[in-house]
């Protein structure tokens, strides 16, 4: 991460786990808000086509250039690639989905986790 003081700041993966929180007041004909087969599919396959297998990185990190010309796959963000900003895109992503998202938690490892939300 451009800028990390830590051992953060080297190239290095995570295998994340996201939880997604659905609110509202309005239950369907089933009492439910939505589906969660539905939340599952709509996160699942945004992230798969996303982040799934990409190196997520700052655009302005001085090896987007050399993993591009080496021909790897990435997914390119304005800001550090942190789980604070990777919860504040799927829940962006989500809602332009039209799910009632109103917090992402992301599990960088079993013992870190930041949360983003936002009112409906």
Known sequence: ???????CAHLHGH????????????????GMLVDFAQVKD???NWIED?????????SDDPL????MEAGETLYLM?????AENLARIILKAARSRNLPVTAVR??????????YSEEL
């Open 1 to 7: 991460m451009l800028g990390h003081p830590g051992k």
């Open 15 to 30: 295998n994340g786990m996201v939880e997604v929180e659905i609110s509202g007041r309005e239950l369907d004909e089933l």
């Open 42 to 44: 709509i996160i699942r």
């Open 50 to 58: 996303h982040f799934d297998h990409r190196t997520i990185l700052k």
């Open 64 to 67: 987007v250039a050399l993993l």
């Open 78 to 82: 304005d800001e550090n690639p942190t």
């Open 106 to 115: 992301f599990w960088e490892t079993p013992a870190s986790m930041a949360e």
